[in-house]
């Protein structure tokens, strides 16, 4: 847990925050639990957790399970009840992903999955293909008769 925001968790918290809102809103309480375990999940890939997303999931989490929320609320160094705490509050322009991950295939057959900004252009997104370990011994020496570049999904090089 650390007092700073590393923002690894950002999008997750706040998709999930967003949606066990609306899922409390129209009393859809199995997507919402659905939505904290998918956090769940994403924390325990995380290197570290920001504390107030914790806060935030335990006041969420306290809605379905009041005593576990209770007891992790007080764990978390309360001495109040967290049945008077606010309801958490998120920034949706979290939700804007910065980064997506492309298939790359080499003549239709997907070698590698990479991490590229969300705007790279395909001249970008080809020379870091080519600087790729996994990738060089498909495309070493040899030319491109034909790319096919689908921003955001797909890169298919065609030797």
């Known amino acids: 847990m650390s007092e700073t925001n590393s923002h690894e968790l950002d999008y997750e918290y706040t998709a999930m925050a967003k949606k066990v809102t609306a ?3 129209s009393l859809a309480f199995n997507t919402a639990i659905s939505a904290m375990m998918v956090f769940v999940n994403a924390v325990y890939k995380a290197k570290t957790v920001y504390r107030e997303y914790i ?3 335990v006041k969420m989490f306290s809605c379905i399970c009041p005593f576990a929320g209770e007891e992790m609320w007080e764990k978390l160094g309360h001495n109040n009840s967290i049945a008077y705490e ?3 509050t998120f920034d ?11 298939a790359i295939s080499i003549n239709g057959k997907t070698r ?6 969300a705007d790279i252009s395909q ?3 080809l020379s870091l293909i080519k ?3 996994k990738l060089s011994s498909y495309i070493e020496g040899k030319t491109f008769k034909k790319v096919i570049f689908v921003k955001g999904r797909i890169c298919n090089l065609v030797i």
Not at 92 to 102: A, C, D, F, P
Not at 112 to 117: N, T
């Open 86 to 88: 606010s309801w958490p």
């Open 23 to 25: 899922d409390f809103e």
């Open 123 to 125: 001249d970008e997104a």
């Open 55 to 57: 806060e935030g999931f």
């Open 92 to 102: 949706e322009k979290h939700l804007v992903k910065n980064s997506i991950k492309m």
């Open 131 to 133: 600087q790729n370990p």
């Open 112 to 117: 590698d999955v990479m991490e590229f900004d």
